[in-house]
């Protein structure tokens, strides 16, 4: 899907909150990779998540990888500005809309806070060349884009993930997406309620390497 909005999954950024936040507490880098991030409205409510569950100084070490295939090679200089329409923020609660973005004049735009805003990289980046952006993540977020591969393609992404993960890291797949039984012994789900996974010990070993990384600023 090339276009979002915010808090599409309301029930995923519950889960963040409750399993994955309390985790990161006293990590100095807090590495998470959105994958298949569209324009922004899905790295951007992460961050609100986070934002909201941790103290100025704690969300000051997140650094969220917001990538995407990006076609249109719009979504760059959209997720940078931060810019976006009533209609797009219209599932946020008016609480949080006033505490993490400002009206552009009297337009139907708005821009989102800058500490947000300086938490977020985007990066065009294709899943499919099977080269992570970066290691050592503690969260990835990869929503309705294993969808669209083939069984095998998924497999060959879903063992990208698992090695770029931290080894206490999470994985958050779209609601209708599970694991497949071949990566039983490499995540546990952490929740019935949702698409959450947590890394097991590294029990496997590809050829994929981090020397391969794409680059990231």
């Not at 100025?56 to 650094?63: G, L, T, Y």
């Not at 503690?138 to 998924?154: D, G, M, W, Y």
Request: hydrophobic share 40%.
């Amino acid at each position: 899907m090339a276009f979002t909005f915010f808090f599409r999954d309301p029930r995923a950024l519950g889960l963040i909150s409750k399993h994955v936040v309390p985790k990161l507490a006293g990590k100095k880098d807090i590495k998470i990779w959105d994958a298949g991030c569209a324009h922004g409205p899905e790295p951007y409510s992460l961050a609100i998540t986070l934002r909201e569950e941790m103290s100025h100084f704690m969300f000051r070490n997140v650094k969220i990888y917001a990538t995407d295939i990006d076609g249109s090679n719009l979504f760059e200089n959209r997720i940078r500005e931060g810019v976006y329409s009533r209609i797009e923020i219209g599932r946020i609660p008016d609480s949080i809309k006033k505490r993490y973005f400002s009206q552009i004049g009297e337009t139907e735009h708005f821009k989102i806070k800058d500490e947000l805003r300086s938490r977020v990289n985007f990066l065009k980046h294709d899943l499919l060349s099977l080269k992570p952006a970066g290691g050592d993540f503690n969260l990835i977020v990869c929503k309705n884009v294993l969808l669209h591969f083939t069984p095998s393609q998924r497999l060959e992404v879903l063992k990208m993930f698992y090695n770029s993960l931290a080894s206490d890291g999470f994985l958050v797949l779209e609601r209708t997406q599970e694991i497949p039984e071949l990566f039983d012994n490499m995540f546990e789900k952490v929740s019935s309620g949702g698409q959450l996974f947590r890394k097991l010990k590294d029990t496997i070993k590809n050829n994929i390497s981090f020397r391969n990384e794409i680059s990231i600023n």
